[in-house]
């Protein structure tokens, strides 16, 4: 039986449209983000989803809230490693500035930097390891269910790019938009099917 998971990325705050790191700062949605959040929920309203997992994070918290909203029945649980990227010391700073003053976090090139680590951060390739060590657990205790898993950019990239073997470097193609969804079937022993990719025609 397949195994299906939907990953959404929370939806838009004030520091996406300021273009500002958030890492593991805690802001939550704004007005946008949560009609975007309501938008989505409407469209998996009839999605036979068993379990929602979340980052604990507000904004992806609010997120799942909102979305679970139409499936009352179904479990829905925080989970710490599901947290976005922790950029440290530079987190609120804009990506302008983060360009020109630590270049190996900004998101054009820090694929290229799995290693690099600013102060109080965390490393990119230490992200990879969190996704793993997430996606391994859900596969061993929701084998055939359909897991909704509401989180934020990096993390989620992090995870596509080990279910499909992308290597980090193809990484930087990968766009995720607020309140997009990604489905990835894994059926069986075979290899992980990419269903959607940043979909939003469900956002207006």
């Known amino acids: 039986m397949d195994t299906t998971l939907i990953f959404i990325r929370h ?12 890492g593991q700062t805690d802001v939550d949605l704004n007005a946008i983000g949560k009609k975007q959040a309501q938008q ?8 036979p989803i068993s379990r929602f997992i979340y980052s604990p994070l507000l904004r992806a918290r609010q997120t799942a809230q909102i979305i679970g909203r139409y499936h009352k029945d179904s479990p829905s649980v925080p989970h710490d490693l599901l947290k976005e990227r922790s950029f440290g010391s530079a987190e609120g700073m804009t990506y302008e500035e983060i360009a020109l ?13 799995p290693y690099y680590q600013i102060h109080k951060g965390e490393r990119l390739i230490d992200v ?15 084998h055939g269910a359909t897991v909704c898993v509401i989180a934020h950019g990096v993390i ?13 470097s193809a990484n930087n193609f990968l766009k ?8 990835i079937k894994l059926p069986g022993q075979s290899p992980a ?6 979909h939003t025609v469900h956002l207006d």
């Open 11 to 22: 939806g838009q705050t004030d520091w996406n449209t300021s273009h500002r790191l958030q």
């Open 40 to 47: 989505t929920a409407r469209h998996l309203r009839h999605y």
């Open 101 to 113: 003053s630590h270049p190996a976090l900004s998101f054009d090139r820090s694929w290229h930097h």
């Open 128 to 142: 990879y390891g969190r996704g793993k060590e997430f996606l391994h657990e859900v596969l061993a205790n929701h």
């Open 156 to 168: 989620i990239r992090c995870m596509i790019s080990y279910l499909l073997d992308i290597p980090f």
């Open 176 to 183: 995720l938009k607020n309140a997009s969804l990604t489905i």
């Open 193 to 198: 099917e990419l269903h959607v990719l940043n």
